[in-house]
């Protein structure tokens, strides 16, 4: 990566898609939406009928679509979620692209989500080529400091081979551990959602597909997103039922 890219997850309309104003909206229509998904009704058809009768974008849709699960999904995935003090001394398995961009959103100061389910989400997307932005260093750096902190013993990045530039991040991840002598190593893989289904171990992701095969995983990004003492574009999408 020869320079640093614009920041991540940026829009220039979300201060308007997700204002004070529209949030009490979102959640009405993220509750509707995963009351459909609970009972066994299609997604792709549930999506448009929600997202016609709230007359969402296209950008809000994407939203209630990466933060909506059913009941079921919910309580699988709250049930396998390990707590802080459970990492101590344990090895971890990353899922380095989907930890990665959501703490550059957060540092670009893009909006951040908490969907259904608890997990932090961003709208952001690599699209097959992974670029570089001004804080991915500082991306790195915090996320190694707080495995630190949590006494994690190892921890395994994973990254899609596939997309573009996965190499030159993966040399990022190897220099920063050992500069910092944190005892991590990262791994190019053709598909990281089937290695991470398999492993033996503590699973740090939010993605959907892959929380649902994991027997344990861990919050990471939302350890990582309350460190930063000055982020504010964190918005619970969660009803109150929920």
């Known amino acids: ?19 004070d104003q529209q949030i009490p909206k979102l959640r009405e229509a993220l509750s509707e939406y995963c009351w459909l998904l609970s009972r066994h009704y299609a997604t792709a058809s549930s999506l448009k009928l929600v997202g016609d009768k709230f007359q969402l974008s296209e950008r809000q849709r994407m939203l209630l679509m990466r933060s ?29 692209f989907n930890l990665l961009i959501t703490i550059e959103s957060a540092l670009s100061d893009a909006y951040v989500f908490v969907g259904q389910d608890g997990c932090y989400r961003d709208l952001a997307s690599v699209h097959g080529t992974y670029k570089r932005v001004q804080e991915t260093l500082e991306a790195v750096n915090l ?30 991840l190897d220099e920063q551990a050992v500069r910092n002598s944190w005892n991590w190593h990262t791994e190019l893989h053709p598909n990281p959602d089937d290695e ?45 039922t929920a």
């Open 196 to 240: 991470l289904s398999r492993v033996d171990g503590i699973v740090i992701s939010t993605d959907s597909v892959i929380l649902d095969s994991a027997k344990r995983w861990f919050h990471l990004n939302a350890c990582v997103i309350h460190q930063m003492t000055e982020f504010s574009r964190l918005v619970d999408l969660r009803s109150l």
């Open 143 to 172: 996320t190694g400091r707080v495995l630190s902190d949590l006494k994690v013993e190892q921890a395994t990045w994973l990254l899609d081979k596939p997309v573009s530039n996965s190499g030159r991040l993966k040399q990022i």
């Open 1 to 19: 990566m020869a320079h640093e890219r614009r920041h991540r997850g940026t829009h220039p309309e979300d201060a308007s898609f997700f204002s």
């Open 68 to 96: 909506a699960c059913s009941d079921s999904q919910r309580t699988n995935r709250q049930t396998n979620q390990v707590d802080n003090h459970d990492l101590q001394g344990q090895q971890v398995f990353i899922d380095g």
